[in-house]
């Protein structure tokens, strides 16, 4: 049965830290690109960061770089979004998705899998 499971999702005081998880099982996950999504209230869901399978070739939101981290664990079959220096406008549930191939992308409907979310909420 294909699951993602993410967590470590809370709350948090701007300026703060949280590293969130994605874990797989039911697929094989070192043949895919694992991407992190979040939507805020109000708003349209947006790509936030992708690794894909060369572990080398990661991308970000522009206005993330430099705060958001995304690394790939293959042997425990997880994905990990490390957040630095939240603001309030990160406030969202953070979704991660599994796509077959080399390539990463930030268009939600090419992703194959889809974890439940996990809710991210800063405080001013």
């Known amino acids: 049965d294909v699951q993602l499971q993410a967590s470590g999702g809370g709350l948090v005081q701007a300026g703060g830290s949280l590293r969130l998880s994605c874990a797989a099982s039911?697929?094989?996950?070192?043949?895919?690109?694992i991407g992190w999504f979040r939507q805020a209230p109000g708003k349209e869901r947006e790509g936030v960061a992708c690794i894909d399978r060369s572990l080398d070739s990661q991308y970000y939101k522009n206005s993330l770089k430099g705060r958001f981290t995304i690394s790939r664990d293959n042997a425990k079959n997880t994905v990990y979004l490390q957040m630095n220096r939240l603001k309030p406008e990160d406030t969202a549930v953070y979704y991660c998705?599994?796509?077959?191939?080399?390539?990463?992308?930030?268009?939600?409907?090419?992703?194959?899998?889809w974890g439940q979310g996990t809710l991210v909420t800063v405080s001013s």
């Open positions: 039911g697929f094989t996950f070192d043949d895919y690109a």
């Open positions: 998705g599994a796509l077959s191939g080399w390539l990463c992308s930030d268009h939600d409907y090419e992703y194959d899998y």
